[in-house]
């Protein structure tokens, strides 16, 4: 069955940019049938789509933060990635890689283990 | 953005009690209404989705209603293991939004 793992840099400081990578498994980024998704988790704010991308490489970024973010889709390496540029200590958060079926109910049905980042000043 | 507003933030219950959460959209997302149930130092897992469709596996005493703005879930007879927080999320608009959450703790 599918498994996201997110990989990357636990600590990054005030201003510079937050990376990470989602490495799939158990299954082909190619597919028609899932978006890809970053979402993150803070104690103050709660849940947060980031944005998501799907296998052609189109992309959907939260307003909020699309001035800030890419995701990209690496088929050859079966992973997506999150860059994140400028980042203040509000960015500090868990970082999930995640799943969405293409459906007429979408749901969040896979979810990486999460990604700890801190952002120092 | 569609603002979900979730009440109460928290609530204390008893093995056996029937709880209800209740979730509020600030526009309509038809029926287009996921809730999810997260346990510390776990990711959330879906429970329901499009309002009232019980995910595969999912124990037949969580239930979920409403249209519109305004849902509802509903756990009759709580168990030990459903003490843990509780999101609800709306995929009508983008972006999808999550609600803050309802955390069910032991009274």
């Known amino acids: 069955h599918l498994q996201l793992q997110e990989s990357g840099p636990g600590l990054v400081k005030s201003s510079e940019t937050l990376s990470l990578t989602c490495a799939v498994s158990?299954?082909?980024?190619?597919?028609?049938?899932?978006?890809w998704a970053w979402i993150r988790q803070t104690p103050g704010e709660g849940l947060e789509l980031i944005g998501n991308i799907y296998h052609t490489g189109s992309t959907y970024y939260n307003p909020s933060l699309a001035s800030r973010v890419t995701i990209s889709i690496d088929t050859s390496k079966n992973h997506f990635s999150l860059k994140l540029t400028s980042v203040t200590a509000a960015d500090t958060a868990v970082y999930y890689c995640?799943?969405?079926?293409?459906?007429?109910?979408?749901?969040?049905?896979?979810w990486g283990k999460g990604a700890t980042v801190t952002v120092s000043s | 953005d569609i603002q979900m507003t979730q009440s109460p933030s928290s609530l204390s219950a008893s093995v056996g009690d029937t709880v209800t959460i209740t979730c509020r959209a600030s526009?309509?997302?038809?029926?287009?209404l996921n809730w999810y149930q997260q346990k510390p130092g776990t990711t959330p897992t879906v429970l329901i989705y499009?309002?009232?469709i019980l995910q595969s596996g999912v124990p037949s005493r969580f239930s979920g209603s409403g249209i519109g703005t305004d849902f509802s879930l509903t756990i009759s007879g709580l168990q030990p293991e459903d003490f843990a927080t509780y999101y609800c999320?709306?995929?009508?608009?983008?972006?999808?939004?999550f609600g803050r959450g309802t955390r069910v703790e032991i009274e």
């Open positions: 995640a799943t969405a079926a293409v459906d007429l109910y979408s749901y969040i049905d896979v």
């Open positions: 499009g309002t009232s």
């Open positions: 999320q709306q995929t009508y608009g983008s972006p999808w939004t």
């Open positions: 526009h309509t997302v038809t029926n287009y």
């Open positions: 158990g299954g082909s980024l190619v597919t028609s049938s899932y978006y």
